[in-house]
């Protein structure tokens, strides 16, 4: 973990309350896809956990939606620095992946699943990924994955858009070896029941410090509590003991 002042350099809108904020600083401390940076803003007490997006020379790609009065201030700031801890939470494991692993973001769990494809097709993987939102005018960042090289599928709970369902409607189409997923815990819960295979889940949940030290976000595995922020947010699909 570092701590460091970060200057803004893009904060643009990709929605209605999705905004995309590049930040140039220290990147050394983010070192897997999946981690975290944790914002501190003025005026407010605690500190903001993010995803990463991306990460690229000393520049740092976040996206956020805005859902409270720390998102709505940060989608105000067009200038200026802020104080970030990167490089926390344990991130994503690569060495699983097989050859065509599959790539599932919901919503905000959307970003990290980007430096996730981006390093797993630079390792030659046939990566493929779904994304699923609730609507078209939610949708975000399917032309950027392809860019990337990625074989891009979007689900629209409505159907205004791509395929109509969940991303798991999409899912039973896919001939993959392994998967990964971000995105809110119904989805993650049915990601669950529907993989064939081994995977990885990153977790959403209200962070307190973002390092460890407070056990506000601890869940519950087969080996016991964990933190989120700390031994997550990714886990093991064996390793999960879902809540009733």
Known sequence: MKQGFFEITENVPL???VYKMVLRGDVSAITA????????????????????????????TIIYKVVGKGTAKLSQMQRGSL?????????????????RPVLLGGGVGVPPMYLLAKRLLAEGKQVQVILGFNTQKEVFYEKEF?????????????????????????LKDMDYT????CGP?????????????SGQMSFEKRMGCGFGACMGCSCKTITGYKRIC???????KEEILWES
């Open 15 to 17: 929605t209605e309350n």
């Open 178 to 181: 392994y998967f990964y997923t």
């Open 230 to 236: 700390k031994e997550g947010p990714v886990m093991r």
């Open 83 to 99: 104080d970030l801890l990167t490089g926390l939470g344990n991130g994503y494991d690569l060495s699983c992946a097989g050859d």
């Open 33 to 60: 896809p999946g981690q975290f940076v944790n914002i501190q803003l003025d005026g407010l007490y605690l500190r903001r956990p993010i995803s990463v997006c991306d990460v690229s020379g000393d520049c740092l």
């Open 185 to 197: 815990e119904p989805m993650l819960k049915a990601v669950y029941r529907a993989s064939q295979t």
């Open 146 to 170: 392809r860019e990337l090289g990625a074989q891009v599928t979007v689900t629209t709970v409505d159907g205004s858009y791509g395929t109509q369902g969940f991303v798991t409607d999409a």
